[in-house]
DNA sequence: TCTGGGGTCCTAGGACCC
DNA sequence: TCTGGGGTCCTAGGACCC
């Protein structure tokens, strides 16, 4: 296992931003500040972001909508479904603000990023940060929290401190190592990053059930039980940084697109229109990072959560002859793909695909019976591509995917996308 | 009626090779 | 009568994350 070495030790701050997807939409909407304000899920299934109102009243992450709907009524919380448009859109820009402070940025997911400050002056690190916290807050309107550690999973430990303590200018530094044993002994051991539902329960089985236990736990023990994930995580709890501190995202080895359908669908061409436009957005995605891709994943599946008389769950991979980029290609496997699954009678409640092996485009072996992607393909591409992104997204489209396309998400009360559509601009 | 979507890393075991 | 040992690659599945 190799853990960083001691030059100078390391920093390492989290910046989190409050409820994202909530302070997002208030933004845009200040008659929603303190009022109980919740984001659902795609086709507005579950809670996915709750406002401290909403969290105080009870309703828990992931909670089904259908279960709180008397709650929302008599509560008067607001509730909206999801616009990844705004979100994407508003990450990007806190992003930009924290490249701002240093160079080295490294986002993590739409609403985290680890900032690096090794060599810093711990003692003007809290100081820099709280002034991070009202720059992001000035320029986007965003409110965050910053926990500074000498390792990840202990910035993620400070965040949170600063979050539930509500640490003036939202900020916890915990470089002293003093500081680190008061505070992991409050902490449950469930609640660290990297521990979930059934590692809890397997070390509360071995009676840890504080996060200074496991801190204080034989890590070569645990790694025999638990494999090299859990003995690095100790390590980080003891300030030793074991985690990558990538400043560059690398592209990725994997991409998924599906969704669920707004009402059940029966029909073999409405799932091959549902298969087909999933294909092309993670064509788009696959060409924005420069890949192509040598296998297909299609899915299809009847509704999970019914008892229904024919459960039906079943996915087949195609291996390409040649890698691709090409949407119109992907979609000529991707129907054959939902054909061959296809069982009349069922009711499908979701359909999706998944690229793998995905290899950068410019390194691809090159095979003389299986040629890969002309160039009239990749012109073809980068036309739709471009268009697109110019006159928003479906303005050029593929014949497979459909034109009423009744089989789409429900999103019955999505905001505008005020910052990336003329059409939808808030009017002051 | 209604229950999201998109990722990563690690490990164990089998196939295959020398 | 006898039937090794070690390495790599691939895949499936389990765990985790937001």
Redesign the pocket.
Known sequence: MSCASSESPRRIALVDCNNFYVSCERVFAPQLAHRPVAVL???D??V?ARSEEVKALGIAM?T?F?EIRALVKSAGIAVYSSNYALYGDMSARVMQVLAQFTPRVEPY????AFLHFTGWEDARLTEHAQHMVKTVRRWTGIPVSIGIAPSKVLAKVANRVAKQQRLPGGVCQLTDPALHPAILAQMPVGEL????????QRLQALDIHTAQQLRDSDPSQLRARF???MQRLIYELRGVSCLDTEALTPP?????????FGR?VTELTALQEAVASHVA?AGV?LRRQGSVTQALVVFIQT?R??QEAFPYHQAVTLRLPAPTADTGKLIGYAVMGVKALYRAGLRY??A?VMLLNLAPAQQIQLDLLHPGDDERSRRRMQVVDQLNAKMGNGTLRFAREGWQQPWQ?RQAKRSPAYTTKWEELPRV
């Open positions: 899920s795609n086709n299934g579950c996915v992931g089904p259908h997911s739409i609403d985290e990053w990297g521990i979930g539902k059934r590692w809890t494999g090299v994930v990725k080895q994997q991409l998924i697109a599906s969704r669920s059940p957005r995605k509704n959560f019914k409640k979701k999706g998400m």
